[in-house]
């Protein structure tokens, strides 16, 4: 028969996994709450330990969502793909450095992003090619109007 933990020692476990977790990587509140529970530590518990620490500024969702959405930008995602990836992670609002982003700037990520992945060739006649382009766009989270505007970017001829 497996042996009980009591309060005591569930509330040093959740204590300790938790801080081990934040010591690596921040995470959001709905993210450390999930591998609490597949520790099988009890649910008030859980919430108790994330109570405090939010309390002690170790755990902070604006924090987490900060991070991970800048380091999303810096691996070519688009804002559609990041808002989507933080709401899974329990993060309702986006960041500022998303928010704060101009459309523009949005489509000039798009335009550099194609031209690293397929180069900045003129593909406006070549309906295959720009739809598949369009497809790697939209699914790096690139609005329709991002991905209009890196189609129709062609790189100037070096000459």
């Not at 405090?52 to 804002?79: I, K, S, T």
Request: charged fraction near 35%; include cysteine.
């Amino acid at each position: 028969m497996p042996k009980q933990e009591n309060t005591g020692d569930q509330q040093y476990k959740a204590r300790s996994v938790a801080l081990r977790l934040l010591a690596r990587r921040e995470h959001s509140r709905v993210e450390l709450g999930l591998k609490l529970r597949q520790r099988q530590i009890e649910g008030d518990i859980i919430e108790q330990v994330l109570d405090e620490y939010e309390a002690e500024g170790w755990l902070d969702d604006r924090r987490f969502a900060d991070v991970y959405a800048r380091q999303r930008m810096d691996l070519g995602y688009g804002p559609i793909r990041i808002d989507a990836e933080l709401q899974q992670r329990g993060v309702s609002s986006l960041p500022d450095c998303v928010s704060d982003m101009a459309d523009h700037e949005w489509a000039e990520q798009a335009v550099r992003l194609r031209c690293k992945r397929f180069g900045g060739t003129d593909i406006r006649d070549d309906w295959d090619e720009k739809a598949r382009q369009a497809r790697y766009l939209t699914r790096r989270g690139f609005s329709a109007a991002h991905v209009e505007r890196a189609l129709d970017y062609v790189e100037p001829e070096e000459g």
